[in-house]
């Protein structure tokens, strides 16, 4: 939320899309094709399997003739930062980036920034829960949407501190919830929790959140 898009054929400066304090090009909304949502959960799905398939020889040579097909397909679609969907498009879950948890945000305000969802197979992290290093990259993404829902200046992490309370159950409904907790010129201090759907606290965390310099990426 805190990112931006360059416009195609010309920089983000010729294009209006700096952001005014910063070098630091905004993102805009996508509208992909309708079928862009379904390519990514079915991505998401090839996911889980890749990190948990015991598949005999044949069947993964087959499936990596299938694979190697894909990049052909699409590579020569490749974007640059900012053009590609994903990322960008609210109404999927985790904007539909692969890298992000498939989360669907369900408050945002100068209050509060809250999104629901659950951990796959792919962020196992062993015993059948998800692996602890998941959680920073739920709380920042948090983090960034609060500063924006707060309209603080285009900031970047300073630090992220996370408690764990609980281990975080797999292919459960979550709930992450943060706010801003005080500002001090550049520096906006956030927090935010990770509970089960029922309340149950799972880790908490608080960070740093400073605005971007002239010139600073």
Same mark, same amino acid.
């Not at 980036?97 to 509060?112: G, I, N, R, Y």
């Given at each position: ?22 070098? &630091? ?13 379904? &390519? ?10 890749? %990190? ?60 509060? %920034? ?28 948090? &983090? ?74």
């Amino acid at each position: 939320m805190t990112e931006a898009t360059q416009s195609e054929g010309g920089s983000a400066e010729e294009s209006g899309d700096l952001d005014r304090r910063s070098d &630091f090009p905004r993102y805009r909304p996508a509208t992909p094709p309708d079928s862009f949502g379904p &390519f990514v959960e079915s991505m998401r799905r090839l996911q889980d399997l890749a %990190v948990s398939v015991d598949a005999p020889g044949e069947i993964l040579d087959e499936a990596l003739q299938q694979a190697n097909a894909l990049i052909g397909t699409l590579e020569p679609y490749e974007a640059r930062e900012g053009r590609s969907p994903a990322g960008r498009v609210v109404s999927l879950p985790g904007r539909g980036s692969l890298l992000m948890p498939p989360w669907s945000v369900e408050k945002f305000d100068a209050e509060s %920034v809250r999104a629901t969802g659950v951990l796959r197979r792919y962020h196992l992290g062993g015993g059948g829960v998800a692996h602890g290093g998941v959680l920073p990259l739920v709380f920042d993404d948090n &983090f960034g949407m609060i500063v924006y829902a707060a309209r603080r200046p285009i900031s970047r992490t300073a630090f992220l501190h996370v408690d764990y309370r609980k281990v975080t159950p797999l292919n459960e409904p979550l709930v992450v919830e943060g706010s801003v907790t005080s500002v001090e010129g550049r520096k906006t201090f956030v927090s935010s929790k990770l509970t089960t759907a029922d309340g149950t606290l799972l880790a908490e965390a608080h960070g740093l959140m400073v605005q971007l310099l002239p010139g600073q990426p």
